[in-house]
């Protein structure tokens, strides 16, 4: 016979044994039916048969059932009830049971939702009973023999309360609390919609009927939902009974493929119908608001549960071939063919996308799932007898050897097998999708598109809610827009170009936030440049549009040409436009578009030559003459408005000339630059000349003039170089200084975060020893107090016997805290309790049951979120009774990062490989499949992983996590996908293991990248190349 393990009952969804033919009933004869018997099972293992249960309404109110207790109370509240709304005026029974649904409302959702949340979790519900021993016949028998005779006279023959498990008998008692608090909830809502019923007025009977119609289909609908529903779940589901013990998979079908949650969601359809029957907004707000808090009471407690209990977790990054049967092995193509000397050929990979061809939407076919594997094998086999009678495929022609020789494939009868790396749904997703816009999300503003995107939603929210201005104001408005494009376009693009030439700062953007192809190396550069060209392009365009709409607004047809200067400015004006537009064409025939988009900002492939040609030949910077037209349009609008744009358009530009174009391309061609172009040259001849000409006919007064002007030249000469003396001066000394303020403004904005705490101090110290508190860092693998980033921090704690059971340890940097007292930072997360299973995140769930030895030693590891991601001198500190009193602290220990000495790809590669495992907290599913021999204990060289293969992950559970791991990574061995997946492939189970990578690659190579850019490529091979790939870009 099976053992009751085996009957576990999954309900609806349990294969049936299949009856013989000696089990059918014969003709003329009944057989007795077999009693369908379930089995349970407590979270400790212990199996037992579980009892028949019996709806609430038929042992609330069916009179054949004896009532308990608690039946008793929940009778009597809802008899009150009853009175209460007959006896009542109407006004004030609405207003008290508005006030007395809001509480049996807050009891079921809210009430209900913390119990189950931390009963879910770590048991709470049954540690509670336990510890107050309330099912215990030695410490609390009255309490007990009470508790049986409520549960026996509701329960059937077939149940024992002594032979019944702890967990089963306490999930009756819940049970018990569930039901006054659902009956009440019930009739509470009930009365407060009868005390609100009215008629409403100025309705046709037709109206009325229909809302009546309506409203009892509503409440049928309703209660057919709910009785469906429990014919599904049974009490089991309704009672949330998974949470005390397992009775078997749930499986959900029925009314459940109606609706997502119908008990939640649709079941409450009766609540409507009866606010159209009671005819009352009022009532209507109220089962909306009551609807909204069961959806909340669904979202905070039921779907974590059902994640928690029935939910896997599904890794990040995970590379699962479309089709993992995708080989290819060829052989002798035919008897026919001449035989040839075979060589091997080494693996093709091939793109993701070609492996997956769409089939044309003319053949109006889809394949079916037989067709689809021989699309794939037609593909990616050689033509070979073997296989010529597979069937063809549709969507694609069969290669031959002749084709595949065409592609450098050898056509000679071959006998090696060809492999190929598989095609997986995350690289394809990784080649498509790059951080795309969805609606608000993933905006970027270096991006010309999401620029393009933010503007076209600004301008329309302040075309439709702008106000209707006078015509002044408008004007007005006008300018502050031009002048804001004018800035925009000079000075706001004007630093980010600076930035560009100082660190590359687009480039680095572009490197940090999104993936390209490890083939791609100048993919962050030509993305980076495409977009700067089209946002420089759109500003420009703003800048000109925004100038001529403010002249238009301005300008004003003359009434008498002749009259005036109307005719002069005009003509003035034009000219003006017209060497403006002459100087920006003649300036693009010299640049070209390289020069025009300012690439070598960007591009280093060109040559860093200048010629002096065309425009050019005769000035330095002809844009300070593109500055014309704004002149020109003032003359022509005669307005100051458009002057003083003028005016400040070519303040910007000397601006972007003088910081940002002059210095960049002093860098870039250095002495090759020009001091003085052709025309300044003329001038600075002529100035010359017509000097020595007024010299000489200065006769004997030149000597005199000439004294003057090398003196007032001397004076200007000495007060230029002593000015920039002390500038020069003033920078080189303050420049040290500046450095330790931006420093100090660092570490002090680092500090701001752990500030934020209110210390907490106990009031019973006098009663412990501190003495006999002991703390002490455990060396690392190196047997040093040196970690490496992410390694295992093991410390060993003594405490007394009679310790606070809320003690825990934090990790702080050196100097964070200047008291040996008190702790006066957060931690920020860094902590770990003595007793880290009576916690549940930083909540204190309770003392374990008496029978738990209470330890006097014990060890807590550091791993995970609770380590520093960042290098420095730490010390661990040992708190009180969950407050910040130090009883005991050691340190300091160092966080270290090995930084290669030289930077190639083997170094580089076998730093990851050093890194990534510990950032994936050692985890054999996670961490790639060349990194696992690195966790055999045998290996000390690998940092952490004795520390973590041996099980000490702190407290008193540390010896559970080594086995277990030790054994997913030997299943990993048997994956059939284990040799399809490239060795250095790598996953993560969210995003913060990411993060962790991110912070590691910053602080040992000194490049930084966002997490989505490490999770797309989730191999070591293509970060290192990556990473070799960025630091040659950055440092060029």
Known sequence: MSTPQNFLRQRNGAAKEPSSPLDEPQKGSERPRREEIVWGKTPGGEVFRVPTTHDVLTTLFHPGYPKSHLDLLNLGLLGLQLIVFFLLPRHASQIFFFFYFAFWRGAYDAGLGWVLTKQSKKKWIVREVHRLGWLDANRRPAVRNWIREQLQGKMGKDYSFD??????????????????????????????????????????????????????????????????????????????????????????????????????????????????????????????????????????????HIERMYGQRKAIAKRTPLFPNMRMTATSSSSNSNTASSSA?????????????????????????????????????????????????????????????????????????????????????????????????????????????????????????????????????????????????????????????????????????????????NGAIMEAFSNWKAIYNLSMCMTYVSCIAVAWKTYSLPNDWTVGNELLRHVLG???????????????????????????????????????????????????????????????????????????????????????????????YGDSLRKDAGFVKVMKSVASKN????????????????????????????????????????????????????EDTKFLLQQSRERLVITRVASDLSSYDKSKYKLSVLPSSSSSKGFHLGEPIVVKWEAPHKHSRKDWIGLYRVGANSST??????????????????????VYLGPSPPSTPRNKSGTVTFKGDTLPWMVGKYEVRYHH?????????????????????????????????????????????????????????????????????????????????GGADTKEADDDDDDP??????????????????????????????????????VADANITALANRILLSKEILTT
């Open 163 to 304: 032979e019944l498990p702890l967990e089963y008998n306490t999930w009756l008692l819940f049970r018990q609390a569930v039901d006054v608090i659902l009956v009440n909830d019930f009739l509470s809502y009930c009365m407060f919609a009868f005390s609100c019923f009215r008629v409403p007025e100025g309705l046709s009977i037709g109206v009325h009927i229909m809302r009546w119609l309506g409203g009892l289909a509503l409440i049928v609908f309703n209660l057919w939902v709910k009785t469906e529903a429990h014919n599904v779940v049974k009490d089991y589901g309704w009672y949330w009974g998974d949470v005390f013990f397992q009775r078997g998979a749930l499986v959900f079908d029925g009314v459940f493929e109606l609706a997502p949650h119908p008990m939640y969601s649709v079941g409450y359809a009766g609540y409507y119908g009866l606010s159209l029957i009671a005819g009352s907004y009022a009532v209507l707000f109220v089962s909306l608001a009551a609807h909204a808090a069961q959806f909340a009471f669904l979202v905070f407690f039921e779907n974590p």
């Open 345 to 521: 050929t080494p693996a093709v990979e091939a793109d993701p996308a070609d492996i997956l061809s769409t089939p044309a939407a003319t053949e109006g076919e889809t394949a079916t799932e037989t067709e689809l594997e021989t699309e794939t094998e037609t593909e990616y086999e050689i033509h070979r007898p073997d296989i010529t009678s597979r069937k063809s495929s549709k969507h694609q022609p069969q290669l031959s050897i002749a084709s595949l020789s065409s592609n450098g494939i050898a056509s000679e009868p071959a006998t090696p097998r060809y492999r190929r790396k598989p095609a997986s749904q995350h690289d394809l997703l990784n080649k498509y999708f790059r951080r795309d816009a969805v609606v608000l999300r993933n905006l970027d503003l270096h991006r010309a598109n999401d620029t393009m995107l933010v503007l076209i939603l600004t301008y329309s929210l302040v075309m439709a809610f702008m106000p209707c201005f006078s015509e002044a104001a408008m004007l007005r408005v006008h300018f502050v827009h031009a002048l804001a494009w004018c800035l925009i376009h000079y000075v706001g693009l004007g630093h980010l170009l600076n930035a560009q030439s100082k660190n590359k700062y687009m480039v680095r953007h572009f490197l940090k936030n999104y993936h390209y192809l490890s083939n791609d190396g």
């Open 574 to 668: 034009l000219l003006l436009v017209a060497l403006h537009v002459w100087a920006t064409m003649e300036s693009y025939e010299v640049l070209g578009v390289f020069g025009w988009f300012f690439g070598d900002f960007f591009m280093e492939e060109f040559p860093a030559n200048l010629e002096y040609t065309g425009i050019y030949r005769y000035l330095n910077n002809p844009e300070a003459m593109g500055g014309a037209a704004w002149f020109g349009l003032a003359l022509i609008s005669g307005s100051r408005l458009v002057l003083s744009l003028a005016v400040v358009r070519h303040l910007a530009n000397w601006w972007f000339l003088s910081r940002v174009e002059n210095p960049h391309m002093r860098k870039l």
């Open 881 to 961: 009774d969950g407050k910040y009193n130090v009883m005991s602290l050691d340190g300091p220990l160092e966080i270290f990062v090995d930084k290669p000495t030289e930077l190639n790809f083997e170094t580089v590669r076998e730093n990851l490989m050093h890194v990534v495992p510990l950032c994936l907290d050692l985890d054999p599913s996670l961490i790639p499949l060349s990194c696992k021999p690195l966790l055999k204990p045998s290996q000390n060289g690998f940092p952490g992983a004795n520390a973590e293969m041996n099980g000490d992950s702190g407290g008193d559970d540390g010896a559970e996590s």
């Open 977 to 1014: 996908e284990a040799d399809l997946r490239d060795p250095d492939d790598f996953s993560f189970w969210s995003e913060k293991q990411a993060k962790r990578i991110c912070a590691a690659i910053q602080q040992v190579f000194d490049v930084e990248y966002a997490p989505e850019v490490v």
């Open 821 to 842: 007292l008190v702790t006066k930072t957060s931690s920020l997360g860094m902590w770990v309790p003595v007793h880290t299973e009576e916690w549940e995140g930083d």
């Open 691 to 742: 000097a020595r000409i007024i010299e000489s006919r200065a006769g004997r007064h030149a000597p005199e003039l000439k004294r003057v002007v090398t003196e007032v030249k001397g004076t200007f000469e000495k007060v230029y170089e002593e000015t920039a003396d002390a500038v020069e001066e003033f920078l080189a000394k303050s420049r040290p200084r500046i450095s330790e303020v931006v």
